[in-house]
Each structure stands twice: as structure tokens, then as C-alpha cells.
T-cell receptor
Framework: DAKTTQPPSMDCAEGRAANLPCNHS???????VYWYRQIHSQGPQYIIH???NNETNEMASLIITEDRKSSTLILPHATLRDTAVYYC???????????FGTGTSLTVIP | AAGVIQSPRHLIKEKRETATLKCYPI?????VYWYQQGPGQDPQFLIS???????DKGSIPDRFSAQQFSDYHSELNMSSLELGDSALYFC??????????FGQGTRLTVV
């Protein structure tokens, strides 16, 4: 599976959009981009995933660049409860594993 | 909606003892994954099962073994426990190759 690179930490003001970047320059054609988050020692929580088109659900939006080498997770109106470590994972649809990288620790500030 | 159930939630064992962690996947999910997360670390993939057969293997020590049973629940068996095995152990399940949903984990403390 392709390796991902994320900034180690970010801050975001409450109510503002949080934009979390992820680089996955070695991604291959059959690999999806998944985003999970982990709130202090709880089980990782699925957020969203995509292949090449932008995706949106009730939690977030996922923007994938045209060359698929990077993506951005957008939390449109961050709340204090969004403070967590966010993981960007690239996984082939045929794979039976998710490899977590180092993630981005997002702190939402009141 | 039913989630992934892990038991026990907390477990304290002494060095050289054995431990068994259990995972009950979401109904109709056919794939189970196990992860280990040490203090201040990111989750590390251990092993996965698809339709009761081992599918992928990560950094699982030889002292650990796992299996998936006919009812799709899975057990992670850990023998000759070491202090360094103290960690959160997460189980996740998915339907075929879809997104994985994680349980709340088992916190294992080895003393």
C-alpha cells in the first residue's frame, strides 16, 4: 500500500473549516483514500473515502487532486468534539489491511 | 445500529501469562482485523481474516495467534506476555473490501 504523509499537528478555530492535507504521491490506480479519526484512545472512527472523485457526507468532504497524489479532508464547521488524530490511509480495494501512518493531531480552539 | 463488540474492555495479566481477546464483528461482516496500539503510538496492523481464513499478516509476534470462527467472531490469543505487550488492542470488521468499523478496544496491562 502507498505511504501517506500528513502534518503532525494543526489548530483550527471553533466554527471555522478545518482543512487537513495528505500527500500520497505513490498511490496506484486501484487504491482508495480513506480517512479515519481517533478521539483519545477510542476506536478509530471512519469518516469518508474516495477513489478519484470528490466525496461529501454528513461528516466531511474529501477533495482528491486530479493526479490523485494528494487529498484534503474538510470539516466544514469544526467543533470542540472534532479534536482528534486524523489518519489518511491509502488502501487497495483488494487488500485486507489498513495501515495507519502518523496522522495529524487536530486541536479545535474555542 | 450494531457495532463491533470487544471483550473484555480491560484486562490485567502478569508477565508470562496468557490472554485471550474476543471480537464480535458487525452482523454480516465477513472480514475481521486486529490492531495493537501502544502508548502514544499509532495503531499497528496485526492480522486479518476473511471468511474465516487468514487473509493478511502484519507485525504480529510469533507468541500471538488468532482465528475467526464459524460465527465470524474472532479471538486473539497472546502467550508468554511481556511488559511491552501492554497496549490497546482494536478489532475492526468490514463487509468484503469495504470500509472498516472499529470496536472500542481492549486495554491490556501486563504487570
Amino acid at each position: 500500500d502507498a505511504k501517506t504523509t500528513q502534518p503532525p499537528s494543526m489548530d483550527c478555530a471553533e466554527g471555522r473549516a478545518a482543512n487537513l492535507p495528505c500527500n500520497h504521491s505513490t498511490i496506484s490506480g486501484n487504491e482508495y483514500v480513506y480517512w479515519y479519526r481517533q478521539i483519545h484512545s477510542q476506536g478509530p472512527q471512519y469518516i469518508i473515502h474516495g477513489l478519484k472523485n470528490n466525496e461529501t457526507n454528513e461528516m466531511a468532504s474529501l477533495i482528491i487532486t486530479e493526479d490523485r497524489k494528494s487529498s484534503t479532508l474538510i470539516l466544514p464547521h469544526a467543533t470542540l468534539r472534532d479534536t482528534a488524530v486524523y489518519y489518511c490511509i491509502v488502501r487497495a480495494y483488494t487488500g485486507n489491511q489498513f495501515y495507519f501512518g502518523t496522522g495529524t493531531s487536530l486541536t479545535v480552539i474555542p | 445500529a450494531a457495532g463491533v463488540i470487544q471483550s473484555p474492555r480491560h484486562l490485567i495479566k502478569e508477565k508470562r501469562e496468557t490472554a485471550t481477546l474476543k471480537c464480535y464483528p458487525i452482523p454480516r461482516h465477513d472480514t475481521v482485523y486486529w490492531y495493537q496500539q501502544g502508548p502514544g503510538q499509532d495503531p499497528q496492523f496485526l492480522i486479518s481474516f476473511y471468511e474465516k481464513m487468514q487473509s493478511d499478516k502484519g507485525s504480529i509476534p510469533d507468541r500471538f495467534s488468532a482465528q475467526q470462527f464459524s460465527d465470524y467472531h474472532s479471538e486473539l490469543n497472546m502467550s508468554s506476555l511481556e511488559l511491552g505487550d501492554s497496549a490497546l488492542y482494536f478489532c475492526a470488521s468490514s463487509l468484503e473490501k469495504g470500509m472498516a468499523f472499529f470496536g472500542q478496544g481492549t486495554r491490556l496491562t501486563v504487570v
